[in-house]
């Protein structure tokens, strides 16, 4: 089956078919700017699977809205469909009764990531790479190393210094190769993996650490389910965010489904970032679309700081009615809800 799933410049609107993107728009790079390309799909790409149908259809049921149009590079370890649940503590302690959590952590290897990785390294192996790298301060680097092991392509990881050890063992546990690196160095290895030895990089976009294109669609999924399981459209999702790819994906999802007119408004989109690190918040307040700082856990890689233009999260935020950014930090719960939070939903507390 072919699907005629189209890249578009979010700034330019330079269109082209699947191809690697690493490196964002080439025609805006051209003029020494950074925009993100964004998948596009035509309107009559319906997903196989019924969200509002009784059987619970794998993640590829959805794949006429993800980027993977040969279906034999599609890789699945049993991602997604993952437990919406009722909060029994939290939501009543915050007068919430219908706050539900979705419990990413029940994917393979516990990160909602795995979504990401899916179409990630289905799309390296549909483009035909032998070999993947990922930069990775945590789980994305096992993630894509399942994936990979799956694709029976050899996968390093390179990490930071600071990666615990648990981590490290998890990485060779899903059958990658943990490389660790001093310093900000392992982004100029990603670089030269790629552009000298061919490797597909599955993380950040070559020297603009933009994301790829690819990934973020996987997490589309999250909003399906979250229709399917509900029967209706929530009134806001709260997402946990470091650079919000999980956000941007999810809204991108319930857009999709009202698109398709099979529902008939989108839930506000709040974003949730550490203290510090709300990027997502500076941007909305300076009303601008470009994002204003890196994320301040990640050093910018040989003291480059590009403007990304089109950024898509604050668009996504204002699209969907979304609140002001909510910065949070432990102590905005008690420690009793913390370890509840904990307890019930892993994943809720993982960043994209
Ligand atoms: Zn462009």
Redesign the pocket.
């Given at each position: 089956m072919t699907l005629s799933v189209m890249f578009e410049?979010v700034?330019?609107r330079?269109r082209s078919g699947l191809d690697a993107w690493f490196l964002g728009?080439p025609?805006?790079g051209r003029e020494g700017m950074v925009?993100v390309l964004e998948a596009v799909y035509p309107g009559d790409a319906r997903p196989t699977a019924a969200p509002f149908g009784a059987t619970r259809d794998g993640f590829w049921g959805f794949a006429p809205r993800l980027p993977v149009p040969d279906a034999a590079s599609r890789l699945t370890i049993g991602e997604g469909n993952t437990p919406l649940v009722r909060s029994r503590r939290i939501g009543p302690a915050l007068g919430l009764p219908e706050l539900l959590f979705k419990c990413e952590g029940a994917n393979p290897t516990l990160s909602f990531k795995d979504r990401y990785a899916a179409v990630t390294v289905s799309v390296a192996k549909s483009l035909g790479f032998k070999k993947v790298v990922v930069s990775s301060t945590g789980n994305y680097g096992a993630s894509v190393s399942a994936y990979a092991a799956v694709a029976g392509l050899p996968c390093v990881v390179l990490c930071a210094d600071t990666v615990p050890a648990l981590v490290l063992e998890q990485i060779v546990h899903f059958g990658g190769q943990p490389v660790v690196i001093e310093g900000p160095d392992r982004f100029g290895l990603v670089d030269y993996l790629v552009s000298e030895h061919g490797w597909f990089p599955a993380g950040l976009f070559l020297e603009t650490r933009v994301h790829n294109p690819f990934g973020v669609e996987g997490y589309k999924t999250i909003a399906w389910e979250i229709v399917r399981d509900l029967h209706d459209v929530p009134d806001a999702v709260v997402f946990p965010c470091a650079r919000g790819n999980g956000l941007y994906g999810t809204w991108k999802g319930f857009r999709d489904l009202h698109e398709l007119g099979i529902i008939h408004r989108i839930p506000r989109m709040i974003a949730c970032q550490p203290v510090g690190s709300a990027t997502i918040a500076a941007s909305l307040q300076a009303g601008t679309s470009v994002r204003l700082s890196p994320n301040p856990g990640e050093r910018a890689g040989r003291g480059r700081r590009a403007q990304v233009r089109g950024d898509r999260r604050p668009r996504v935020r204002r699209g969907s009615g979304g609140g002001g950014a909510q910065p949070w930090h432990r102590g905005h719960l008690g420690r009793g809800q913390l370890r509840s939070r904990r307890g019930r939903c892993r994943a809720a507390r993982a960043g994209g």
């Open positions: 410049c700034r330019c330079f728009c025609d805006c925009s």
